[in-house]
């Protein structure tokens, strides 16, 4: 299904529903655009909640709400899931402030958009669209990461609030095209704009709390299933390539072995990394020669079964992704999408077996002065399965005149799994157990980075501003929060076209496949 197609889909859906619910009462239905419940009784509920929860003194419930706000955005780290532990992403007002930084410097110095999508990006607010950003198989664990999430945040505001004396007068949902979804907690603007600095702090801070705690516990929750069996790369398809090697649709592996590496597996992309590290990608020599076997440990029918195969099975050469163009691999006829499996000349024949061996290859040819500009040698590829060998002349590096150049780029090689059909990515995928905690982390974590913002009419805005109206006055404040606004605002969408360009978030979703 292609976007068109997609797009369709949205569009029939939403108005059947629309066209049902306006059958039903016309007034939850505004102009075939939004669809919007209000209820003055779920205010009460909440408020009633409140009541029952009411053990936590105020002081200690403002401090820890603030902390745990802080920690979601402006905190120097913040702990994410990595394999069998934990790994530390830096602050995301930090991230958002350098990735655009970095970007407005290359563009300034003559950098492509394409060049600077690279650097920037890395704060990119990425819609979740079944179909278009994300595939439709994601769509159950976002959806109830997001039911869950987005219910909790509006909770603990209106829970706040009720703690703190201000009045609710209602709370609901609202959907505009399913895109743009979410709940809401109406408190009495009065009594909220009257009440004491604390109380409002309180309010604006506990819904961001809300999903940093959800976020925290997803992390137990992985950290624990992870270490009691629950990951692993479930081979979801098969393809001839992987067939040979004994592996079966269904099989999880959850170890590899070999070469001086024993490894857990918890998610794909461990095993393809390890299978990389033993082939020598991205850099260096293969840690194992062709005889050596490599062992992978599978969960088959219940029981653990080792899968065995020779070496040699990953060494598919030197994927190019990319090459210079008129280089002197280019201009000799080779192309991306070949693969290089030798290079005959400059003192002898180098059987390339990964994109990190021919590295370390062409730097002991330059290091050692093999070969010298103008020199020849004899480049084996594979391109489309059959052997051919092309005749490249050697130039001038760019960087020292007297020394032999290929023309390749360093990070235009390809590597196991991403760039083969031997444990071709889109072949593996997260356990059951994986997919749901990861999605119900990410979008937890997400609702908290970008709520905490200080963006009006955002949580962090509105937190600021009322921080900022005690201390600088109500017109300074304003004006403050309201440039700081428009600046931050035009980084994240600058930074999310970025991400779009450089298909970042492709690389964060296929995490989660």
Known sequence: MDALETLAVYVVSWLAVALALYAIRRDLVKGFILIMWSSEGAARLIKRAAERLSFVP??????????????????????????????YMPGFLYILLRSTYQALA?????????????????????????????????????????????????????????????????????SAFFVLSGAFVEPDEEQLKSGPLGARVAVFASGVAANVVLALLALAVYLAGVHAGLGGAVVAGINPATAQLGLRQGD???????????????????????????????????LCSPNQTITLVVKRGGEL???????????????LTRLIYGGPMYDAGIRPGDIVTAIYGCGGAYSIYSSGQLISVIQNIVASGLCRPGDRVVVGILRDGKAENYT????????????????????????????TSVFAASLFANTQFVKFVMWFFLINFGLALINALPIYPL??????????????GKDVA????????????????????????????????????
């Open 58 to 87: 105020l002081r200690v419930y403002l401090a820890v709400v603030l902390a745990l706000f802080l920690l979601s955005a402006y905190s120097p780290y913040f702990p994410i899931p990595a394999g069998t532990g934990v790994a």
């Open 305 to 319: 079964v080792d899968v065995g195969f020779p070496a040699e099975s990953i060494y598919v050469g030197a994927p």
């Open 106 to 174: 290359g563009l300034l110095h003559g950098a492509s958009v394409q060049e600077v999508a690279v650097v920037g990006g890395q704060a990119a607010a990425v819609p979740l669209l079944p179909g278009i950003t994300i595939p439709w198989d994601q769509l159950p664990y976002i959806a109830l990461a997001i039911i869950v999430g987005v219910a909790l945040h509006e909770f603990m505001h209106g829970y706040a609030a009720a703690r703190h004396g201000i009045g609710l007068k209602s709370a609901g949902v609202f």
């Open 459 to 472: 949580d962090g805005g509105l937190l600021a501003l009322a921080v900022l109206e005690r201390y600088l």
């Open 478 to 513: 304003r004006y403050t929060v309201y440039g700081v606004t428009a600046v931050l605002a035009a980084f994240l969408v600058f930074d999310s076209a970025l991400g779009f360009v450089s298909g970042i978030y492709n690389q964060i979703f296929s995490l989660l496949r």
């Open 392 to 419: 490249v002349t050697l130039g001038h590096n760019p960087d020292n005149y007297s020394r032999p150049f290929f023309g390749i780029y360093t990070d235009g090689l390809g590597q196991l799994g991403f760039d």
């Open 252 to 286: 999880v592996v959850v170890a590899v072995n070999g070469c001086g590496i024993s490894a857990d597996v918890v998610v794909p992309d461990q095993l393809l990394a390890t299978l990389n590290a033993m082939a020598g990608n991205p850099v260096g020599a293969p």
